[in-house]
């Protein structure tokens, strides 16, 4: 039987008077890529915030495995295993790519950091060589991939990424796609939010449509192709 890691819902958030989700629910299962489609403006950020405790919910519920999180403040699921990564690097520029990384680390409390720091360098060799460098000199992309190297380095059990390709070269997205299927491989589930829909297709085990505050399941990899071409046209309207 499939491990439910993250489970929304009915969930409901509003920013004032406005309603920004309603009647979300959401399945992650341990191991897979699960991805999140949709518009810009259609609530994917709102919703990601809403399960890392960024952002309060009106009603609902948001279970990290089995238990109830909704309450807890992002440091303690950060503790527990669950990690985010918000859209354009929110990297510290002034400090050196490794001070970025060991600063990463700070709320998870039992995270072996040496050995976390070569996992992720492994990972991203680019980053063991530059690590003295400040990271505001570094190109765009690897500013992105020191933003994923964030997330990974608290060794968690799921890593949430809002529009890890936005802004960046075709061959830079295909770096990231690369670097997301490493992660999955690893045993690292994933959460993953882009307007990138091909991309999105081709590293998801599950797909779901974010269209109008609300969400709406695509299928499991082999049942993507009956809904794919629908998806892209509701994107686009």
Known sequence: MTRELLTVDDLHVSYGDMEVIRDADLNVPA??????????????????DAVAGVKAIDSGDVRFDGESIVGEEPFERIDRGLAYVPERHRIFPEMTVRNNLQTAMIPAADVSRDEQLDRVFDLFPI??????????????????????????????????????????APKIVEDIRDTIVDISESGVTVLLVDEQ????????????????????????????????QNAVDQVLE
Request: hydrophobic share 40%; glycine share 12%; charged share 20%.
């Open 197 to 228: 829909i091909r991309m999105a297709k081709q590293v998801s085990d599950r797909m779901y449509l974010m269209r109008k505050n609300t969400l709406q399941y695509l299928g499991e990899r082999g049942e993507f192709e009956d809904a794919y």
């Open 127 to 168: 980053l063991r060589d530059r690590q003295s460098q400040v990271a505001g000199t570094m190109s765009g992309g690897q500013q992105q991939m020191l933003a994923i190297a964030q997330g990974l380095v608290i060794d968690p059990d799921l890593i949430m990424f809002d529009e890890p390709t936005l802004g960046l």
């Open 31 to 48: 191991g897979d890529v699960v991805a999140i489609v949709g518009a810009n403006g259609a609530g994917k950020t709102t919703l990601l």
